[in-house]
C-alpha cells in the first residue's frame, strides 16, 4: 500500500512512518520540515495550510491510505489561535477535501482526548465533544468534518484516534513532563525536582501509539469511526520512584501541583475489538526504554 502521512518528520509521525514502512507499505513523509533521511520512506516538503502544496503531494504520489498528524499543539494553538485554526482545522479540510480528489480510500486522523474536554463520567468512544482548549476546538471540528464526510462519501473509510500524553525518546513539542523527568535523571542531577500533580495521568508509549496508528491505517475496517487511546494511567512520583531505582542517590524533590487538563479518565471501549490492538506499555517499561535509547555519557 502507498501511505502518505502528513506531519512525517514530527514525533509520533516518524514512529508511524517507520512501523508502516517496516511492514514493507511505501510511506511517504509529509512535512514542513525533513525527517532524517532513512531508505525506506520518501520526504516530501508539504504545509497542510496550504491547499495547493497538499493537493500537489497527493496526486503525486497517489496514497491508497492518508495518515493525518500535521497539527500545532496544545500551547502553541493558545498562543497563537489563527494559526492553530490554519493548521489543524482548516489543514484538515485541505487533507479530506485532497483524499477525496485523489482517489484515498482511508484516512486516519488524530484526534485528541483535548477535543471531549471536562466531563462528569468517564467518557468512552460516542461521548459528544466539549472542548475546553483552542486546540480541543480544533480536533472537535476534525471529528465533526470526518462525520460530514463519511454521510457524503460511503466509500471513503476515516479513522479518527483521540491520543492523550504520548511520551517517548524524540518529543520535542508539547507536554513533556517525563521526558522531562528522565532526561534530568540521566543527566547526573542530584536532586530531581518533579510535578506533583494529585491524580493520575494517561500516559501512552510512543511504541504504543505508533502500532495504533498503523493497525488503523491496515485494519479490516470500513465506514467512520472515532476511537479512544487510552494507555497507563499512573502518577507522576510513581514515575520518580522508578527513576530513583535506576540512579541511586537520586534524591526526590515533589513539587505540588494541579493535575493538568489532559489528565482526565477515558474508556478504550473499541479499539480492541475494532482494531486488535491496545497500548499495552506499562511506564516502567517506556522509561527503561528511553533510557536504554539515550546516548551514553
Not at 12 to 25: F, N, V
Request: glycine residues 10%; proline residues 5%.
Amino acid at each position: 500500500m502507498r501511505i502518505a502521512i502528513t506531519g512525517g518528520a514530527g514525533f509520533l509521525g516518524l514512529a508511524s512512518a517507520m512501523r508502516l514502512a517496516g511492514d514493507g507499505h511505501e510511506v511517504q513523509a509529509l512535512d514542513i520540515s525533513a525527517p532524517p533521511a532513512r531508505p525506506d520512506i520518501t520526504f516530501r516538503a508539504c504545509d497542510v495550510a496550504e491547499m495547493g502544496d497538499v493537493t500537489s503531494a497527493f496526486s503525486a504520489f497517489r496514497p491508497d491510505i492518508i495518515v493525518h498528524l500535521a497539527a500545532l499543539l496544545t500551547l502553541d494553538a493558545k498562543a497563537d489561535i489563527a494559526a492553530a485554526t490554519r493548521v489543524n482545522a482548516l489543514g484538515t479540510a485541505h487533507v479530506f477535501a485532497a483524499a477525496l480528489e485523489t482517489g484515498a480510500k482511508r484516512i486516519v486522523y488524530a484526534s485528541s482526548v483535548a477535543a471531549l474536554g471536562d466531563a462528569d463520567t468517564v467518557p468512552g468512544d460516542a461521548a459528544m465533544a466539549r472542548p475546553a482548549s483552542v486546540y480541543g476546538a480544533t480536533k472537535a471540528f476534525g471529528e465533526h468534518l470526518a462525520r460530514a464526510f463519511a454521510a457524503d462519501n460511503p466509500d471513503l473509510t476515516l479513522i479518527g484516534l483521540r491520543f492523550g500524553s504520548v511520551y517517548g525518546l524524540g518529543r520535542a513539542r508539547g507536554w513533556r513532563a517525563i521526558q522531562t523527568l528522565v532526561e534530568q535523571a540521566a543527566s547526573g542531577a542530584g536532586d530531581l525536582a518533579f510535578p506533583d500533580f494529585r491524580e493520575p495521568i494517561d500516559w501512552t508509549w510512543i511504541g504504543d501509539a505508533a502500532e495504533v496508528t498503523a493497525c488503523a491505517a491496515t485494519a479490516s475496517l470500513s465506514g467512520n469511526h472515532v476511537f479512544n487511546v487510552v494507555g497507563d494511567k499512573r502518577l507522576m512520583r510513581e514515575a520518580a520512584a522508578h527513576l530513583a531505582t535506576r540512579f541511586p542517590g537520586l534524591r526526590l524533590a515533589p513539587q505540588p501541583d494541579v493535575t493538568p487538563p489532559s489528565a482526565w479518565s477515558f474508556a478504550n471501549d473499541g479499539l480492541q475489538a475494532a482494531l486488535g490492538y491496545v497500548p499495552h506499555t506499562c511506564m516502567e517499561d517506556g522509561i527503561d526504554a528511553m533510557l536504554a535509547a539515550m546516548p551514553a555519557r
